[in-house]
């Protein structure tokens, strides 16, 4: 019943959210900057737009009530998971948690660029990523010496400067 | 016309016309990296070019134009990236195609389109560009706010399922394009006391991070084994008799809008071809698959962009006035040349017109001759092993996203929009109504800034923009009663 709630009133959330933010931030802008015409300000616009967002919110939130209600007068059907269902359940769950480290990998693969540098970063990035989508080991080696050659000659010669480490790389 | 056949005779040697297809290849080569755009690939190579004399510099400059933009739509269609922001509708409607084995027929109408647009564009530009010149300048704040606020009721009201979602989406992609510090004020906005955000998001880290990184989470999430389960490894190249006719109606549609948009100063050709978009969601037979792989969708953006982007050299050669970043490098070389575009382009410069405009012709051509055999080769992509394909394109939105302003934040941007855009593909929100919100927010907020100054009571002087905000709302209204009855 948790779930459904959250499911379903997160975007409400959101926009109520977002529309309050700008409001807020309209309002403190009217006070700092804002000396003669309102409507030609740095917040006006804002400020309309925050309104429009908060009215939208109004309609989503008593709409998502709604679907909350005829949601929970489902939930008495029960589905009974089969084995096989089970099986392929836990089959997405190794493609999800594939998915996940892969984007975690990308998060590490931006945050040592500015230590080891562009090309060896790449290169540990994309040992790593291959590795873990099981990619044959030949063609882990090819692919991380061809993007190597291509960061290395390829990119100076097409005039691109790419960051570089410790390793001057 | 004898000045345009005399231009032909100028342009067809063959040190230019090795110079066109040498700008084309370039072009597509520097197009097909994610982010890499037209503008960066011509501010790239536009060094390169200076010592080249001044018609040949004009004409390289087209090609690695027209060849950039083509190569954003490969990577639009194979990879869902698009190179730039124009390319995002046809990613939009040309990756769906690609997975059903149809990137072949994809990439094919979307060289056609492409071609299409410009011609249209250059015949504008060759017959009427003058007079187009003038009318574009009697376009004012009032008449680009009601056009804006109708393309963004035209998408709102077309994508997903509910249109108070589409709209939210909207609004959250203007309020997104005012971060930053506000260029009529200096006002510092939605910054939060971060000195990373006083310049505001730059589009290509959103957009990339909203179609690459998402697509790509999607596909590892989904274990896809290529980017095309449809046919075999030989798909067809040629499109069928169907896709031929949708096409050409909907080229025709995003031609029109988009040289039409195109001539007026401050619409860049990406909001053009998204405007063109929206509007073609109306007016296109398959209306249900707009956004989902419809071909009719590709051909209009397309045929939209190329011809917006043409369209832009009416002002800048019979004004001086440069619509887009691209065509403010064109004026810096024609300048640097000692010519000075404006109505003396079409007096006393009008030899060097007319041989610039036969170079365009002849660019297209050779575009589109030097892409056909290519796109087989291209098509392959969408063949390579996923678990090998994935890891590349993630690092090509890195490298791409990278080279735009040389910013980790942009990094950051992209992966934080990649992440949303997954949510949002999952929970199935609507996103072409967020980036339109996001490419037009700034010209829309300074339009209305500019109209409220001028005073909103002389909208009545104004029966454009009255029209085109009074037939938004209607569009909005009629698709939110529509699609309640659908949901019934």
Redesign the interface.
């Known amino acids: 019943m948790v779930s459904i709630i959250l499911d379903r009133m997160a ?1 409400p959330l959101f ?1 109520f959210v ?1 529309g309050v ?2 409001v807020l ?1 309209s309002n403190r ?1 009217t006070e ?2 804002v000396d003669g ?1 309102w ?8 400020m309309i ?1 925050g309104l ?2 908060l009215a ?2 109004f ?2 939130t008593v ?1 998502s009530v709604f679907q909350i209600r005829s949601d929970l007068k489902k939930i008495d059907e029960h589905v009974v998971a089969t084995k096989e269902d089970e099986e392929k359940s836990d ?1 997405e769950k190794g ?2 948690k ?2 996940i480290i ?2 975690a990998m ?2 590490v ?2 945050f040592i ?2 230590y080891t540098g ?1 090309a060896l970063a ?1 290169v540990i ?2 040992a790593a ?2 590795t873990l ?3 044959p080991i030949v ?1 882990i080696v090819l ?1 991380v010496v061809v ?1 190597l050659a291509l960061l290395l000659w390829g990119a100076p010669a ?3 400067s ?2 570089r480490g410790f390793l001057g790389l | 016309m004898g000045w345009i056949l005399n231009g032909f005779q100028q342009v067809s040697t063959l040190q230019n016309m090795l110079i066109s297809l040498l700008g084309c290849f370039l072009g597509n080569l ?1 197009g097909v990296l994610p982010g890499l755009g037209p503008t960066a690939s011509v501010s ?1 190579l536009f ?1 390169f070019m200076l010592k080249l004399p001044p018609l040949s510099i004009l004409l390289c400059l087209g090609a690695v134009y027209y060849g950039a933009m083509y190569g954003g739509s490969i990577t639009s269609v194979l990879l869902n990236i698009p190179g730039e922001v124009a390319s995002v509708p046809t990613a939009m409607d040309g990756y769906p195609l690609a997975k059903q084995g149809r990137a072949g027929s994809t990439l094919l109408i979307c060289a056609m389109s492409s071609f299409f647009g410009s011609m249209v564009a250059l015949f504008l530009l060759a017959f009427f560009a003058p007079a187009l010149g003038k009318f574009a300048l009697s376009f004012g704040p009032f008449e680009y706010f009601g056009l804006m606020f109708f393309s963004l009721a035209c998408a709102s009201g077309l994508s997903g399922k ?1 249109v ?2 589409s ?2 989406m909207a ?2 992609g ?2 997104l394009s ?1 971060v930053g510090c ?1 260029s ?2 200096s ?1 510092f ?2 910054t939060f006391g971060s000195f990373r955000l006083l310049q505001g998001f730059d589009s290509i880290p959103i957009v990339v991070g909203l179609f690459g ?1 998402t697509e ?2 999607s596909g ?4 896809v084994t290529t980017v095309s389960e449809g046919e075999s490894k030989y798909a067809r190249v040629w499109p069928t008799k169907r896709e031929l006719k949708l096409s050409a109606g909907a080229a025709a549609r995003g031609a029109t809008i988009g040289s039409s948009l195109g001539i007026l100063p401050g619409l860049t050709p990406s909001s053009c071809t998204f405007i063109a978009y929206s509007l073609n969601q109306k007016l296109c037979v398959e209306k249900d698959k707009i956004g989902h792989g419809a071909i009719e969708g590709c051909a209009c953006a397309e045929a939209a962009n190329n011809s917006a982007a043409m369209a832009g050299f009416i002002p800048l050669l019979a004004l001086g006035i440069p619509t887009g970043p691209v065509l403010a490098i064109v004026l810096a070389a024609l300048i640097i040349q000692g010519v000075v575009p404006g109505p003396l382009m079409f007096t006393v410069n009008i030899d060097l017109t007319g041989a610039v405009i036969a170079g365009f012709f002849i660019g297209n051509i050779i575009m589109l001759i030097m892409n056909i055999p290519l796109i087989r080769f291209w098509v392959k992509i969408a063949y390579l ?1 996923y ?2 394909l ?3 394109i ?2 090509l939105c ?2 791409g996203t ?2 735009i302003r ?1 910013a ?1 934040f942009d ?2 941007v992209m ?1 934080a929009f ?2 949303l855009g997954f949510i949002a593909k999952e ?1 199935d ?1 609507p996103i072409t109504p967020f980036v339109l919100g996001l490419i037009l927010g700034k010209s829309i ?1 300074t339009y ?3 109209a ?2 001028m005073g ?1 009571e002389k909208i009545v002087h104004h029966p454009i923009s009255i029209i085109a905000l009074v037939g938004g709302l209607a569009l909005l209204v009629v698709f939110q009663i529509f699609k309640e009855k659908v949901h019934d």
């Open positions: 975007f926009m977002t933010i700008a931030e802008l700092k900057y015409d409507l030609s300000g740095p917040s006006s616009f804002m737009l429009l967002i939208i919110c309609i989503e709409r089959e493609y999800i594939d998915m892969s984007f990308v998060l693969y931006i660029i500015r562009f790449t990035y994309l990523n291959l989508l099981k990619n063609r692919t993007i097409m005039g691109i790419l960051p | 520097v790239l060094p509910s108070t979602k709209l939210f609004f959250f203007i309020l005012m506000d009529q004020t006002a906005r939605l990184i790509v989470l590892i999430k989904e274990n092993p678990k090998w994935a890891p590349i993630l690092f890195v490298l990278l080279v040389y980790t990094l950051w992966m990649g992440a929970k929100i907020e209305f800034r500019q409220a100054v909103f």
